[in-house]
């Protein structure tokens, strides 16, 4: 035993010394894996103690989860090893996986903060919840550091089995079972595209970095031997598998129906999170690994593009529910950002990374209202449409704000949302794509019809009773008076976004 343990410790001294620099630059990941393990430990001893009388500690793991994102931001933030490769090109530390990270650690918390008041109401007495947020999160982390296929897809594997569970966690719901069983049967299909165009692009270049990768498709857009053809076929597949991710047609099914029957707060964290992570992947894997070969995955994202714009303009024409609304709607912010990514300029990704910050911004503001829309005199929340009926008169603030923020998704100036239309349509421009951005204002315009009718209900319809909600509680109203006014103040001093986001075009254009 004593020469076997003397063993372990030699091979870990071994390890830590050929991989100090790559340990030292993934603490953020470390111990936001540790500190996970800790609070499940944590949770699982404390929910079950009968000398503490089994307290429900929810609420408590919900404020510990925030505080490990907060410290893993700012290990995040005080890297002290600087831009390299990690584990022999399996993951990648630059400025745009840092700046990406913390998006993505402020939009989780974000969405925990928004969920508390739901939890307690719902009377959901599982602190798994947290425990599965922080375990995709740690996902979306190293998703966004991946270098490597292996690693691209067990980063991804990890991020969406927390999904499934999360999309399924009200067990007591048909529709939400229904709704993690669609995920989970669509999600696993995806992931088999996914893995077989890497397999694909492995076979016919004998390595998953995607540094080599690069090198080796350098020039082979002119040639045409089996070699280029099936790589063309492995990439087509790990687009698909990626684009479903996404939600972009034509692999979007699944969206709607997920988006309505999951728990409000995961429709939310799916609608604003894993997106992030998977445009930086998008970016690193297209702008990146296969630039030369642009003549031939720039019709694919393209014609994704314009698929998710007219399928998300007409799509939510017919809606009467919220969420579905917002899903249909989601759906067409997906397309206007892959004509950042299908410009393949640099001004396409610096547009993109602007869109999908405003985006998440706006999206973090609307879902927060909607979860704020809870009935005073029965349980329950606001669910179709005209459940909004004439909020200005019994909530005027959150009707303006809801207004306002409806406006911006549309694209009316000077709020955000015109921004980042606007950014992302002057790209495709310059590359000259005038069909799809011609498209895209026209589907914008087609678009706008249904966020007015939503501002037409609020302040305009008629009815003969009012539906009554509660106040909003401090930890709501602070997230949407923070992201009501980045939506309304963004065009006066834009400054910061557009420096950070320009630096990120230039470091993946390098």
Excluded at 80 to 88: D, I, K, R
Aim: aromatic content about 14%.
């Amino acid at each position: 035993i004593f020469n076997l343990s003397f063993m372990c410790i030699t091979k870990v001294m071994h390890f830590s010394a050929l991989f100090s620099e790559s340990i030292v630059a993934t603490i953020p990941e470390i111990f936001l894996g540790c500190s996970l393990s800790l609070l499940l430990l944590y949770c699982v001893v404390y929910s079950t103690a009968v000398n503490f009388g089994k307290p429900v500690i929810v609420q408590a793991s919900g404020w510990i989860s925030i505080l490990i994102l907060l410290i893993t931001m700012l290990f995040v933030l005080n890297d002290p090893v600087g831009p390299q490769s990690l584990f022999y090109n399996t993951l990648i530390q630059d400025y745009v996986t840092c700046i990406v990270k913390v998006f993505i650690l402020i939009a989780s918390i974000c969405c925990i903060v928004i969920s508390f008041d739901y939890i307690r109401e719902e009377r959901i007495n599982a602190f798994e919840y947290f425990s599965l947020m922080l375990l995709s999160i740690l996902g979306m982390l190293l998703l966004v550091s991946s270098h490597n296929l292996i690693s691209m897809y067990l980063a991804i594997e990890l991020q969406s089995l927390c999904l499934y569970v999360l999309a399924a966690f009200k067990k007591r719901s048909a529709f939400s079972t229904e709704a993690g069983l669609k995920y989970f049967i669509l999600g696993a299909l995806s992931s088999g595209l996914l893995l077989f165009g890497s397999s694909l692009i492995y076979g016919f270049t004998g390595t998953t970095s995607f540094e080599e990768i690069s090198k080796i498709c350098t020039g082979l857009y002119s040639t045409g031997d089996v070699h280029y053809s099936g790589l063309l076929i492995g990439l087509t597949f790990v687009a698909s598998g990626l684009l479903f991710k996404m939600a972009a047609v034509p692999f979007h099914m699944w969206s709607p129906d997920v988006y309505e029957g999951s728990p409000t707060p995961i429709s939310a964290f799916f609608a604003i999170v894993p997106k992030v992570g998977l445009l930086a992947l998008f970016l690193r894997i297209f702008m990146f690994t296969f630039y030369d070969i642009i003549g031939f995955w720039q019709y694919i994202i393209l014609i994704c593009s314009f698929g998710s714009m007219i399928v998300g303009a007409f799509g939510a024409l017919q809606q009467r529910k919220v969420k579905r609304l917002l899903a249909y709607s989601s759906i067409g912010h997906v397309g206007y950002m892959l004509i950042g990514i299908g410009a393949g300029t640099a001004e396409g990704i610096q547009g993109l990374l602007v869109y999908i910050f405003l985006y998440m911004v706006m999206s973090t503001c609307i879902w927060t209202s909607v979860l704020s829309l809870s009935y005073q005199n029965k349980t329950g929340r606001a669910k179709y449409l005209t459940d909004l009926t004439l909020l200005s008169k019994t909530n005027p603030v959150l009707a303006i704000t809801i207004a306002l923020t409806m406006f911006s998704m549309a694209g009316v100036p000077p709020l955000a949302g015109f921004f980042s239309k606007l950014y992302v349509f002057f790209a495709g421009v310059e590359a000259s794509l005038y069909l799809i951005v011609v498209v895209g204002v026209l589907t914008s315009c087609i678009g706008a019809y249904y966020y007015i009718r939503v501002i037409k209900i609020m302040f305009f319809e008629k009815v003969n009773t009012w539906i009554l909600y509660k106040g909003i509680d401090r930890e709501k109203a602070t997230i949407l008076g923070i992201t009501f006014l980045i939506i309304v103040l963004f065009f006066v001093y834009p400054t910061p976004i557009l420096t950070v986001t320009k630096n990120m075009a230039l470091t993946l254009c390098q």
